[in-house]
T-cell receptor, first 118, second 110 residues
Framework: GAVVSQHPSWVICKSGTSVKIECRSL??????MFWYRQFPKQSLMLMAT?????????EQGVEKDKFLINHASLTLSTLTVTSAHPEDSSFYIC??????????????FGPGTRLTVT | DAKTTQPPSMDCAEGRAANLPCNHS???????VYWYRQIHSQGPQYIIH???NNETNEMASLIITEDRKSSTLILPHATLRDTAVYYC???????????FGAGTILRVKS
């Protein structure tokens, strides 16, 4: 149980275009979803926290107008990278939690999406 | 949330126990110790967590010192598939954010 999927697993886009990444909890309803970014040889950095039906809370230094997060249902959150630039190339990972599945600290992570902006 | 300190890397022979230390000297009474691991190019995976008592599950054991200032994650019989970055994270009782440090790269060798 507690499976989280991401789509796509990798994407290449041209500079200036936008790309959407989906995160789904497959077998549980996630009250909270998180989005992380990981650059090569670095650790995960939390970008934002989103709760179903409400606006996402962004970490300091993360541009909310550039990284649009929508958490429309208890099983789906999307991250849209708008006007992508090469420096946005990174590994984007989502996670989900539910108080009914493992508790608020036990996050279930997706497999990640590798974004390359050319 | 309290900061954690882990060695940057460790090696372990296949079949032997892997003991991964973590220092969290500023941990407060209501903060938990969580361990996650990340295999290369995958999302992290929850391993185990604890507050005061030692904990064991099917993946690992967590030993927390009596003063709670440090802990050790034990993989009893390491396999090559346990090669990963292991993260020790301290999180408050009511907090829900995980702050990932650099972690420990564990290399299991045959």
């Amino acid at each position: 149980g507690a499976v989280v999927s991401q789509h796509p697993s990798w994407v290449i886009c041209k500079s200036g275009t936008s790309v959407k990444i989906e995160c789904r909890s497959l077998d549980f309803q996630a009250t909270t979803m998180f989005w992380y970014r990981q650059f090569p040889k670095q650790s995960l950095m939390l970008m934002a926290t989103s709760n179903e039906g409400s606006k996402a809370t962004y970490e300091q230094g993360v541009e909310k107008d550039k990284f649009l997060i929508n958490h429309a249902s208890l099983t789906l959150s999307t991250l849209t990278v708008t006007s992508a630039h090469p420096e946005d190339s990174s590994f984007y990972i989502c996670s989900a939690t539910s108080p009914l599945v493992g508790g608020i600290h036990e996050q279930y992570f997706g497999p990640g999406t590798r974004l390359t902006v050319t | 949330d309290a900061k954690t300190t882990q060695p940057p890397s460790m090696d372990c022979a296949e079949g032997r126990a892997a003991n991964l230390p973590c220092n969290h000297s500023t941990i407060s009474g209501n903060e938990y110790v969580y361990w996650y691991r990340q295999i290369h190019s995958q999302g992290p995976q929850y391993i185990i967590h604890g507050l005061k008592n030692n904990e064991t599950n099917e993946m690992a054991s967590l030993i927390i010192t009596e003063d709670r200032k440090s802990s050790t994650l034990i993989l009893p019989h390491a396999t090559l598939r346990d090669t990963a970055v292991y993260y020790c994270i301290v999180v408050g009782e009511y907090g829900n954010k995980l702050v990932f440090g650099a972690g420990t790269i564990l290399r299991v060798k045959s």
